[in-house]
């Protein structure tokens, strides 16, 4: 039998229990037992937060508009190398190199990715571990990306109120144009966050040209059009539901979250008193009429609920619908200026905050998550700063393992690649150690000269006489490859191994 959801029961499936929280499979049984599956995939009403003024907002809106300018930017801005393109940041697939600034990627460096992508989570958890779900409140795409087009919504069709008044209305000419004027607007603006994403894949300026004669390659027109939908329908459509039915990050945020973790709470002792929240009428105007009266600072105004860009209600605990952006902690400090009390009735601050003890920062757990962060970080950058600008190595061909001449000598075979990773033209000499008396041939090549960022490979021959009564089957021996020209000047050595019969 499908129950109803009532809002009792809808408080009790939002809500977590303290900070410790619910845990996934608790959530899961509820809404199993308790909701069908309309209630779960379906919205019950649509979210149309009021715009606020305050601390957070000014710096949600700062990071809002770097995260953009980042974005949007770049790809056009260029860079002057000595080789290569001129474009400050470019993944060129095609030639296997990504270029950020001075900083040139080869295909091999693709393990600096893996580091960064733990290096991302390490200090996702540290940083949700000390405060919250800041990255969900003002980094993440899907936060900064529905920020925008509330903005448009709001800039076209007016605040909360006119909102609202026009989704009730019936549809005339001013609603019409309105809500055209809306999509239209989230449509350019996911077009271009599509064609963004694009540029960084090749030079922006040629890019754009050829898409917009029709030019360009079909992929380009294809990744744009899937960032293009997938913008329109995450940002313009779903919104905060995103962040409520989809994304598995709010599910597992409990499981870093412990009493000493800041979060935005109501202060439920100060807000609701002994008699609970009231209204400002007559007499309980004045704070402290109210507090003889044991009644809290809560001035029961809904404006922490209608700033929420997630619908949720603050005062009733913790949920899994906060996003941590602290727009109603914005919302409340101004009621409470307003009302010429102190200000943090709602605010950053852990369980034990709340309960009047003291917050300890520095655990066992953010000391790991933090010295992960910190191991990470210098591992990469370390990393980098010592990756090596000439690059050899020497790959023994191993059908066959060797071959015996009509001399009697012993051929094996390698194949060089050398990798001149610098920005200026080299030359080399190759040579053999360790094989007394062998010959080493290159057949026709003769000059081991490489362009600035290029690379080469030559198929080399090794000869060896073997000695009578020599019965040793694997010789160990090392290639030289002595820099002539160029940035490099030391040489490299490369181990490798003989093979006879
Ligand atoms: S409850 Fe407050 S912090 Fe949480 S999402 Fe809503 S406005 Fe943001
Ligand atoms: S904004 Fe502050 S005073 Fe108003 S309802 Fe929310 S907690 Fe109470």
Redesign the pocket.
Known sequence: MKRKATSSNLRKMQLLPGVRGLILADLNDWIVQNMSIEQVIQPKNSIQPRSVEGRFRTIKTGILVFAYATFFLLPWLRWTREVGPDQAILFDIPGRRYYMFDLVMHAQDIFWLTALLFLSAVLLFFVTTLFGRVFCGYFCFQTLWTDAFRWIEKFIQGDRVARLRLEKQPWNGEKIRKVVLTHAAWLFLAMWTGLSFALYWGDAFELTGKFLTGQAPAAMYATVLILMTTTYLAAGWAKEYVCLHMCPYSRFQSVMFDQDTMIVS?DGNR?EGTAG?IKPIKEMRDQAARQQAGHG?????????QVCPTGVD??NGLQIGCIHCAL?ID??DN??DKQGWKRG??RYTSEHGLQGEKTKILKLRTVGYGLATLLATVYLVWSIASSKLLEVTAVQIRSPLFVTLSDGRIQNSYEVKINNKTMEPAKYQLAIEGLPGAELEMGQITDLSLKPDSSMRVLTKIRYTMQPGDTQKNREFQFRLTPLEGKVTEPVIIPSHFMTP
């Open positions: 109501y807000g929240r600072d809560c001035v029961d105004c809904g404006l922490c609920v603050i005062r109603c919302a409340c009621i409470m009735l709602v």
